[in-house]
Each structure stands twice: as C-alpha cells, then as structure tokens.
C-alpha cells in the first residue's frame, strides 16, 4: 500500500515539488560551511518528502537511546535560527499544499503527509526518518517506559 501512495504521491500529486524544494534549501544550505547541518536535515528530509509513505519521522535520541549533539543545546539554537531563515517558509509551504490537497477525499492522505513535513520543516536537525515499524517500536517502548513509570 505504502508503494502505490508514493507512487500516486509523486506522480499526479506532484509530491517531487516539495522534494525539490527541500533540495534547493539543501543546496543553500550547503554553499555556507556553517549551514551544513541543515543540509543534512534538508538532504534527509528530501529523501522524506520523495518517499512519505511508509516512513517516519523520530529523534535521533529516541532512535539510538543515547542524547545526541544535535538534540542538546547546540540543536535547539539550529532549529531556531533554521526556522527564522527558512523553515517557516517550507512549513507554509506544506500547509498550503496540504490544504490544496485536502479539498477531495482522495487527496486526505496527500493532505496529511504534507502536515507531517510541515511540521518536521519547523525543526528539522536532530530528526531521522526510519520505516513505520521502526516508529511503531520507538512509541511501543515510550508507551511501555510511561506505563511502568506509572504502575511504579
């Protein structure tokens, strides 16, 4: 299922736009040597934005059960200068692309892979995309560590 949404994704929904987009932010990025971390965020989140179906987006700390760099202090100050350069333009972006494609029934699932990017373009350093299963796995133990947090 995950492979015909992408393909429906990509070829009339036109999600290779926002695709482009991410790369262009990507190549902007990567032109000024302290940009680079962004580029990666861009680069992955590119990758994301060709591909939404059947992967998600979690944090780097939750995916290596260790704290990272990027999800410390120095990752809070490049999201926040991320979002004054640019993320706020590629998040209205997605919201204007998910409220185009959320006029049809057919277009809701459309509507909510660009809400999903919307919000990762807020903050994207210190994300990884990972399949659904690897997700679905992350929330189970999260939910698990909240349960047992609760019981003890």
């Not at 994300?127 to 189970?140: M, S, Y």
Request: hydrophobic share 60%.
């Amino acid at each position: 299922m995950a492979l015909l949404l992408n393909i429906l994704w990509n070829i009339p929904g036109l999600g290779f736009i926002p695709a482009l987009m991410w790369l262009a932010a990507a190549l902007v990025m990567a032109l000024t040597i302290i940009g680079l971390p962004w580029a990666r965020a861009c680069l992955m989140l590119a990758g994301y934005s060709l591909l939404p179906f059947g992967n998600t987006i979690v944090t780097a700390e939750e995916l290596t059960g260790r704290p990272t760099l990027s999800n410390g202090p120095l990752g809070w100050l490049a999201n926040i200068l991320w979002f004054l350069l640019a993320g706020i333009w590629l998040c209205i972006a997605h919201l204007t692309l998910a409220a185009a494609a959320a006029v049809t029934i057919i277009g809701l699932p459309f509507a909510w892979a660009h809400l999903k990017l919307a919000a990762a373009s807020l903050a994207p350093v210190g994300k990884r995309v990972v399949p659904n299963e690897v997700g679905d796995a992350i929330a189970r133990s999260r939910g698990q560590a909240g349960l047992d947090r609760t019981r003890g």
